[in-house]
């Protein structure tokens, strides 16, 4: 301690030198020292320290009294509360001195002093008591009427006090609030501006009623109407607290509206563009309040969007086609023409942002806005200032973008040619939003509105026009195909103006690559002449990035050229062309000194240009694939080479690849040892690509590299390398057999291995069913066909406990349909297969694996059609259903459900005479029932459609439930494959039966939703209000169906439940409240304990709104969900899991609205996380409560993450009680997970 001490007063002593240079150094070290964690400072050397640094702020150097303020900064954390008190006593006399320097570096150091103040619970006290020294002398210093300058720096340092020190300054809320008011009214204007600053800054954190205290005084200010000056003041004052204040200001929205809209007819640019601010900010804070006054506000905006009193904008319209760019500039010359003095820009540009508010808050009003708002914007396009023209674009594009997010466009969808042979997807494209079909309609005003903006030399006008249009592909992809025309001239002026800068040319070629993407090549033909040589002069860009994207346009453009799939000869020639591409591309592509983007997209247009025009390309297409065999063995290039080569090779074109393919071959083969995933699945599929394509010229020695590699790929651990392995090697087994039998003995056991895996499944058994036949059918292998079944079928006939392997349930599956694809290659083997598995379920020695298999195989081969009816087979079945085991009888279900699909004459009759006779088996007898539905097409099944549907109705009041929810599903299906006719006789049945029959039908309802278009939609779109009527039925049951129903609905298609939402939720949410009259209490031995019987209600009801948030959010009144959230919060263990992944969730859609209720959200939290369990309880009750406060915690971080969530005093306490509670702050990292770990200083 003592060394510490001599080392600090040695630095003071040099501190007083009368060389500048010395201080400097002497103070430097200081702040070193002071930095340490490990430095501890002595009362004495606290005082001599900071009396020290005081004194320097009065340095006459300017560099000293810099580093004096930075030491500051490390000496908060150090020196007790009397030294933090003499320096804000200094700092903040200092700031009122006559001298300017001094109130400056004073005014820094007090900034400084409030950024260092803890936060932490254990410094608080601190942190309140230097606070209201600091208030107090500030309050002083905004009172200095004389200096202006002194009351800019306090009002500067109040507002960065409010801004971190919120809660530390809740008792001083008051004072301050009546400190700042007197200051609105200076004759200062940037006094007045730095007060609307503070009082910003206060209100987040400040009490109801002190905030209502603020409005109601600017109200009665504004009733005495006050100067202009003034008015504009109180009007911007107002619009801050309510962009600060958030949701607060809507219980006030009734007063203050009026008032607003009364002086937006004052004639006073300024004071109208401040009230539109203040509706903006209403319409962004309080969205739902705000619904009465939508209509005033949006005339408002209407009315003085076109307000523009110095200038007449003539009816030009008629002469902009006939106009050449040259007219187009000198007219441009001439709008820029604006008097200094017009201020009326500012009106329009103010109720322009505000309609973007309003369309950006409002998606539920987007038909109205079609109706309004949209011609409005569209004849603004003309908008002379370039500043308001710009909004009127990014309003615009804001409609687009809520338009796409309400039809559910994810992407760019290519059209194809116009005939749709599927009347499903017509049915689901006709079914989309009203707002698709409104925009389609004003397609031709919107590009006649920017085809004159794309031809002007204002660099932002066309950047606007551009990122509008790209918005308008992506909404109506194909809508512009009749309009290219129009644009082409814009997007060449662009490209080819000497004047346009490096981002408007990547902006016109962004545009033109998703133009390219969502039209189909017919639209781009005719103007290749003039689109290319633009764009090929971009390819020789200097700028990377220019160049980078016009190769990305290159590439679509070749395929405009000439496109796949359709009759090149009958459309279009591309041959003049392809020199002027491919040198500019070749160029590129030789390039080894450029960018890494650049060289990819080189290598991937010619591969384009390869694949599309290969053959025009004569002698020089050698020479380009030796460039790719070349940038295929480089690092840096070769993946994007592997998919180059991938498309040359699958191009229908067949270039000729001798030259390079042996090479190419063993160079794919040693990518297959690399651990790069993506590398070795791209070299899989160029393989399969070239031995399918160019078998002819591959030889077996040149395939060798590939074949050592590939038994070591498939394999369990990477279940899509092994399929992609898979594929490869059945292409291999078609057209090079002999090299396939080299490895088919290292081969074969890895793909047992992978058809024994339990994860065995999808694309990859599908794979592995083709290479079973193809392997059969060439004949190649060292194993025939009795090997291969001996092989697949040999782990079911040991028993488990002799090797120690476990038959894992899927692999029975597997195998069987393994089987199945054996015999369906060899014909001939079949019946002496079957023969064998009759007898393997047959023998009462056989393992019941292997009985299991056996029946299972049967099923699978009787799909086919292969065994007919074949009495054996179906006596050997039924006498399996009498089996005491119930993975017997299981199987026994499905292989007559899969001999009734491969003969449903045969089979179907007798499946539901044994229905109706045997009840005993029924729930088996259903199971197959549920196969045939399944897997058989409406075609096959209407001759027993009738008996069928009779026998399920008749089984929908079976007394079990495990039954009943068959039949539910059975009766769905059937109905899906015959909507029109099943459909209202499902809906009849819902006012016929009993509660058992009521739910089994509304369950039947869910399995007829899927998630795929189907033919059922729009049926379903107009009845399933009928049904979900039943939530409103007496009996629990059937309500707890109908939830589940409707969640099925709002995660598969939410657009058939979108239109009833106001109907359904008053009903969804009342199953969220615990009803007594469903709680008892059951006796067991000595002990009561309670059953809830409206629990499984409950839950069902909470994940239906958590179901709801994904695809139905804008239906949503989010402050009514959150009520219920709020109870949730409260409820059983199992809903409260799911409420606080709801808030989580909630928190990230709608920030704001949590916020609103945020100060009710944070009790239920704080209870959870300091619930402790009672000492004596069982292990599990520990376990569901450290669960809980887990999960709790994560909805604790979510929130913690919104900006300003601190603001609200309950938060900030509650945030401190985690940061100084060890266990909690170490549930809370734990949480985190080393993500986002800075959200929340744990100091």
Avoid at 278 to 288: G, L, Q, V, W
Avoid at 866 to 874: K, M, N, P
Avoid at 1082 to 1087: H, L, R
């Amino acid at each position: 301690m003592s060394s510490v001490s001599y080392h600090v007063s040695n630095l003071l002593e040099k501190m007083t030198s009368t060389d500048k240079d010395f201080r400097f150094m002497a103070t430097n070290d200081l702040m070193l020292e002071l930095q340490k964690d490990s430095i501890k400072l002595d009362e004495d050397s606290e005082r001599k320290v900071v009396t020290m640094l005081l004194k320097l702020l009065e340095d006459k150097n300017g560099e000293v009294q810099n580093l004096a303020v930075k030491c500051l900064a490390p000496l908060v954390r150090k020196v007790k509360e009397p030294q933090l008190e003499t320096m804000v006593d200094t700092l903040c006399s200092n700031m009122v001195s006559d001298k300017e320097q001094l109130r400056d570096i004073s005014s820094m150091g007090v900034k400084t002093l409030i950024a260092e103040l803890p936060l932490s619970s254990a410094g608080l006290s601190l942190t309140v008591s230097v606070c209201k020294r600091i208030t107090s002398q500030l309050i002083g210093a905004m009172g200095k009427q004389e200096d202006v300058s002194v009351q800019l720096e306090a009002l500067d340092i109040l507002s960065e006090m409010l801004g971190r020190l919120s809660g530390a300054l809740v008792s001083f809320h008051s004072s301050l609030l009546h400190s700042l008011l007197p200051q609105l009214t200076s004759p200062r204007m940037a006094v007045r501006k730095r007060s609307i600053l503070a009082l910003g800054h206060l209100v987040p954190c400040c009490s109801s009623a002190l905030f209502s205290q603020l409005t109601e005084h600017l109200l009665t200010e504004l009733a005495k109407a006050p100067p202009t000056s003034l008015t504009r003041t109180y009007i911007q004052c107002l619009a801050t607290i309510s962009r600060q204040g958030a949701h607060r200001v809507g219980e006030h929205l009734e007063k203050l509206i009026p008032v607003v809209v009364k002086f937006t007819g004052v004639e006073d640019d300024e004071l109208r563009e401040y009230c539109f601010q203040a509706f903006e900010a209403f319409i962004r804070r309080c969205p739902k309040e705000m619904s009465p006054h939508v209509a005033t506000v949006t005339k408002l905006c209407l009315k003085f969007m076109t307000f523009d009193p110095n200038y007449n904008y003539d009816d030009e319209q008629d002469e902009e086609d006939d106009m050449d760019v040259e007219d187009v500039l000198d007219e441009e010359s001439d709008d820029e023409y604006s008097d200094d003095d017009d201020m009326s820009w500012k009106v329009r540009r103010s109720s322009v942002k505000c309609l973007e508010a309003l369309i950006e808050s409002r998606r539920d009003l987007l038909l109205s806005f079609y109706a309004s708002l949209c011609p409005a914007l569209l004849a603004r396009f003309k908008e002379r200032e370039e500043n308001v023209r710009a909004d009127v674009f990014a309003a615009f594009s804001t409609l687009l973008r809520q338009t796409r997010a309400a039809s559910g466009h994810r992407g760019l969808v290519v059209p194809a040619a116009p005939s749709h042979s599927d009347p499903r997807s017509v049915d689901v494209e006709e079914e989309e939003e009203p707002a698709v079909a409104m925009l389609k309609k004003q397609v031709p005003l919107i590009v006649k509105a920017l085809h004159r903006q794309l031809k002007q030399k204002s660099v932002r006008s066309r950047q606007g026009c551009f990122c509008l249009l790209t918005e308008l592909t992506h909404s109506v992809p194909g809508g512009l195909e009749t309009h290219i025309p129009a644009l082409i001239p814009g997007i060449v002026f662009s490209l080819t103006d000497k004047s346009t800068s490096s981002t408007m040319r990547i902006d016109a070629l962004s545009f033109f690559h998703v133009l390219l993407l969502s039209h189909p090549p017919q639209a781009f033909q005719p103007h290749l002449q003039v689109l290319l040589p633009p764009v090929v002069a971009c390819v020789d860009d200097t700028f990377y990035k220019i160049t980078s994207e016009a190769l990305l346009v290159t590439q679509q453009l070749v395929r405009v050229m000439r496109p796949h799939g359709q009759n090149a000869a009958a459309g279009f020639d591309p041959r003049p062309f392809v020199r002027e591409v491919f040198s500019a591309t070749l160029k590129r592509l030789k390039a080894t000194d450029i960018d890494q983007e650049v060289k990819e997209r080189a290598i991937t247009c010619m591969g384009h240009m390869v694949c599309h025009l290969g053959d025009h390309m004569g002698a020089e297409l050698q020479g380009v694939l030796a460039i790719f065999l070349e940038r295929l063995k480089n690092e840096i290039t070769r993946l994007t080479a592997v998919r180059t080569f991938t498309l040359v090779a699958a191009s229908p074109i067949k270039a000729d690849l001798s030259s390079v393919l042996p090479e190419a071959l063993s160079v794919l083969g040693s990518f297959l040892r690399k651990n790069q995933r993506a590398l070795k699945l791209g070299s899989l599929a160029c393989l399969t690509a070239l031995v399918t394509h160019h078998a002819a010229g591959i030889k077996p020695a040149a395939l060798e590299p590939v074949l050592s590699e590939l038994p070591a790929l498939v394999d369990e651990d990477d279940m899509h390398v092994s399929q992609v392995s898979v594929a490869l090697l059945t292409v291999m087994a078609a057209v090079c057999p002999s090299s396939l039998a080299k490895i088919s003995s290292s081969v074969l056991p890895g793909v047992f291995r992978l058809v024994h895996s339990p994860l065995l499944q999808g694309g990859a058994l599908a794979a592995i069913l083709d290479f079973i036949k193809a392997l059969v059918g060439s004949k190649t292998s060292s194993m025939g066909y009795s090997q291969l079944l001996r092989s697949l079928t040999e782990p079911f006939h040991s028993s488990p406990s002799s090797d120690g392997v476990v038959v894992h349930r899927q692999s029975y599956r597997s195998v069987a349909r393994c089987v199945a694809a054996l015999t369906s290659a060899c014909p001939k083997e079949t019946p002496a297969t079957v023969s064998g598995l009759i007898q393997e379920v047959k023998n009462p020695g056989s393992p019941e694996s292997a009985r299991v298999l056996a029946l299972l195989s049967l099923g699978e081969v009787g799909r086919s059609g292969s065994l007919g009816g074949s009495r054996e087979v179906q006596a050997v079945i039924l006498e399996a259903f009498t089996s005491s085991s119930e993975e017997v009888k299981t199987a026994a279900s499905c292989a007559l459900g899969g001999l009734a699909v491969g003969s449903l004459s045969d089979y179907l009759p007798f499946l539901l005479k044994e229905i109706c006779t045997q009840p005993r088996r029924q729930y088996l007898l259903l199971h197959s029932l549920k196969e045939v539905i399944s897997a058989c097409p409406a075609c096959g099944l209407s001759p027993h459609m009738e008996s069928i549907w009779s026998l399920l109705v008749q089984s929908c009041e079976c007394p079990e439930e495990g039954t009943r929810n068959l039949v539910a599903e059975c009766l769905g299906k059937l109905t899906s494959l015959e909507p029109a006719q099943l459909l209202p006789r499902l809906k009849q049945q819902l006012k016929a039966g009993s509660p058992l029959a009521r739910s089994t039908v509304v369950t039947a309802i869910k399995f007829t939703i899927v998630e795929q278009p189907a033919p059922i939609d729009s049926l379903l779109k107009d009845c399933i209000g009928d049904f979900l009527k039943t939530l409103q039925d007496k009996d629990v049951n059937v309500r707890r169906v109908a939830l589940v129903m409707f969640n099925s609905a709002a995660h598969n298609k939410p657009c058939l439940i979108r239109g009833l939402l106001g109907s359904v939720l008053p009903h969804l949410y009342q199953e969220t409240r615990v009803r007594k009259d469903l709680i008892r209490e059951v006796e067991m031995g000595p002990f009561k304990h309670t059953v809830d019987d409206g629990l499984d209600v409950r839950k069902a009801a909470f994940e239906c709104m958590y179901t709801l948030l994904d695809g139905c959010l804008e239906g949503l009144d989010v402050l009514q969900f959150l009520d219920h959230v709020e109870e949730g919060l409260k409820d059983h263990y199992d809903i409260r899991m799911l409420t606080f992944l709801m808030l989580a969730r909630l928190v990230s859609l709608c920030p704001a609205a949590v916020l609103q209720r945020l100060d009710r959200l944070v009790e239920p939290l704080k209870a959870t996380c300091t619930t402790k369990v009672k000492a004596g309880s069982v292990k599990q009750e520990f376990e569901k409560q450290d669960e809980l406060r887990r999960s709790a915690m994560r909805a604790v971080a979510a929130l913690l993450a919104v900006p300003d969530v601190e603001r609200s005093p309950s938060m900030a306490e509650f945030a401190n009680q985690i940061r100084t509670n060890a266990d909690m702050a170490s549930i809370y990292q734990s949480v985190q997970g080393g993500e986002a770990g800075e959200s929340m200083d744990m100091s």
